[in-house]
């Protein structure tokens, strides 16, 4: 019922929201990447959803599109730019997903989406995670973010499927907000994010 119903009727209501009080928020960081990026706002690319389908995610661009001599892009830590590390920092990267989350492509609360590259490195457990909609905030995120191992993010995640109910959105709702103040787990100790998932091998 609350997995069917009341989740999805609550994440459309509380996107609506959170759309209305932070577009101030929206509006300016939208002018300043426009001026950064040389008119590049946001950055989207292909995650795994619900039962591994694949959308179209939307973050606000925080890195540029510099290549070295062969014209592979640089590493993130050489890329992301200033104001997207302050724009990483405070979270407000994530934003524009609550687009993501009227399309019916996310939910509020959930287990990250992930690049689609690793779906052939899951475990039958950890595959587990994509039983449910991909979320903006999740219980991997207030209890680590990027700064536990994969395979701990996973557990987290699969706990999750197990146990969603209201009141743990609720709890994991709360908790994000505290963890964007203290800017806890944004990153793996010397990474600009976090290192690849490279399987469980």
Do not use: C
């Not at 939208?30 to 989207?44: A, C, E, H, P, S």
């Not at 640089?74 to 990267?93: A, E, F, N, V």
């Not at 999750?160 to 944004?186: A, E, H």
Request: proline share 4%; aromatic share 10%.
């Amino acid at each position: 019922m609350y997995r069917s119903i009341v989740k999805p009727a609550l994440d459309f209501a509380a996107a609506v929201f959170w759309l209305f009080i932070l577009s101030p928020i929206f509006i300016i960081v939208t002018i300043v990447l426009f001026k950064q990026n040389d008119g590049k706002v946001f950055f989207t690319q292909l995650r795994p959803g619900k039962n591994g389908v694949l959308f179209k995610i939307m973050k606000f661009k925080t890195m540029n599109d510099k290549k070295d001599q062969a014209g592979n892009l640089l590493s993130d830590d050489k890329r992301i730019t200033k104001i997207g590390r302050t724009i990483r920092k405070t979270s407000l990267d994530e934003i524009p997903q609550l687009i993501n989350v009227l399309k019916g492509d996310m939910s509020i609360v959930g287990p990250r989406p992930l690049l689609p590259e690793y779906l052939n490195l899951y475990s039958n457990e950890q595959s587990r995670r994509h039983e449910v909609k991909p979320g903006i905030t999740g219980w991997a995120q207030v209890n680590g973010r990027n700064a536990i191992t994969w395979q701990e993010k996973f557990k987290l995640d699969v706990w999750y499927v197990d146990n969603q109910s209201f009141r743990l959105d609720w709890k994991i709702m709360v908790m994000t907000i505290s963890k964007i103040f203290k800017s806890d787990g944004i990153s793996q100790a010397n990474q600009a994010t976090t290192t690849r998932f490279e399987g469980n091998g």
